[in-house]
């Protein structure tokens, strides 16, 4: 059960924040529509909760295998060789996000001004901005996790938006043939 809720722990955080800002601009519509006031300090924690819900979601779609990629070289190559070519473009990712998380982790926790607060809310920005490490941090570990799954334990990982046409082809042939 831990487990199960540790592995999806992006797709929880992205549902709460999603349902968050959402709600909080519902008010803030209705509020300034129906009442003629509105609240500042809604409009600034929307932004920040849409923020940290498209940093999370990034590293969601890690663990999904669901990020963009360049395949079309693939289709002149064995099956067999690409999730290898795939993993050794990982590194080139893997490397750019401990980077980031070292000069993120920095920025946050060594360089920003403890008197640097958000306009409305009145929170140090250091703990908006400590999605950055968090989050790349997140996302580093879910590319090994893919990795582990592709290589070591043979899973066939694939993008749960990639459509394959072939299988839509047999599948609307099939129907046709009842």
Sequence with gaps: MFWKFLDNIESYICRLLLS????LLFVQIVSREVFGHSFSW???????????????GASYAALKSA???VTFQFKFLPDRYIKYIEAFADLFWIFFNVYFI??????????????WK?????????????????????MTIRILQVNYKKLIKGEDIHDPDQIDLDEIKAATEAERGK
């Design 20 to 23: 968050g800002f959402v709600i």
């Design 42 to 56: 809604i409009e600034e924690l929307s932004v920040y909760m849409f923020v940290w819900f498209v940093f999370f």
């Design 67 to 69: 990020h963009n990629r």
């Design 102 to 115: 070292w000069l993120a982790y920095d920025f946050v926790f060594n360089r920003m001004n403890k008197f």
């Design 118 to 138: 958000s306009q409305t809310l009145g929170v140090e920005m250091k703990y908006v901005y400590m999605v950055l490490p968090i989050a790349f941090t997140l």
